[in-house]
């Protein structure tokens, strides 16, 4: 089954300084990769996905990568702000019925 | 409003007393899931279910139970609750994973100490 490894577990960055978080994956079946973000003490919410098709998408200060040959796919956080200090979870999926794989979470903290 | 709802919230509870948390959503959703977070261990599936009578273990399923007779709900069943499974435990849906939309839903989690 698929495997999500995810790096570093901890981030902390100056504020106005870019983040980036990395994951691989194990399956190259898998072509769903979407990044949650969980404030403290709140549920995990969806900030930007991609699929394999493509190879980067943005959405203001965030942005995703995907390289399918390196199975790596990775989150950059531009001009980082006290409110983006959260855990963030990248993870992977086939199409059809298997469910998403989470990596097991990067803590970034922004310091102002 | 479209959300995922979970209940008990917050629940203290004895080794070996069985318990249920529910689960219900109100978007139509075929798939449903449970995870638990631990620290360091991120979020770890329990089960999900893609439709009504359809469950399926995850990576974690050891003592614990589901069913989903109705879409809505989906409820987490704890037999015999052990101190191992003091946790946080999320719900979550989305519509047919094989639509390739994918978004998953959570709810607010539920926190769960075994004593």
């Known amino acids: 089954g698929e495997n999500v490894e995810q790096h570093p577990s901890t981030l902390s960055v100056q504020e106005g300084d870019s983040a980036v978080i990395k994951c691989t994956y194990s399956?190259?079946?898998?072509?769903?990769f979407p990044w949650y973000k969980q404030e403290l003490g709140k549920r995990p919410q969806l900030i930007i996905d991609?699929?394999?098709?493509?190879g980067e998408k943005k959405d203001q200060r965030i942005a995703v990568t995907l390289n399918k040959t390196a199975k790596h796919f990775s989150l950059h956080i531009t001009e980082t702000q006290p409110e983006d200090s959260a855990v963030y979870f990248c993870?992977?999926?086939?199409?059809?019925?298997?469910?998403?794989?989470f990596g097991k979470g990067t803590r970034l903290s922004v310091i102002a | 409003e479209a959300q995922v709802t979970q209940n008990p919230r917050y629940l203290i509870t004895v080794t070996g007393k069985k318990l249920t948390v529910t689960c219900s959503q109100n978007?139509?959703?075929?798939?449903m899931s449970w995870y638990r977070q631990d620290p360091g261990l991120g979020l770890r599936q329990i089960y999900y279910?893609?439709?009504?009578?359809?469950?399926d273990k995850g990576d974690v399923p050891e003592g614990y139970k589901v069913s989903r007779k109705e879409k809505r709900n989906f409820p987490l069943i704890l037999e015999s609750p052990s101190p191992n499974q003091t946790s946080l435990y999320f719900c979550?849906?989305?519509?047919?994973?094989?639509?390739?939309?994918?978004?998953?839903?959570f709810g607010e989690g539920s926190r769960l100490t075994v004593l």
């Open positions: 979550a849906s989305s519509v047919r994973l094989a639509r390739n939309t994918g978004e998953l839903f």
């Open positions: 993870a992977a999926s086939r199409s059809g019925n298997t469910p998403l794989v």
């Open positions: 978007m139509n959703h075929e798939y």
């Open positions: 399956d190259s079946a898998s072509n769903y």
């Open positions: 279910s893609m439709n009504v009578e359809v469950t």
């Open positions: 991609i699929r394999s098709n493509v």
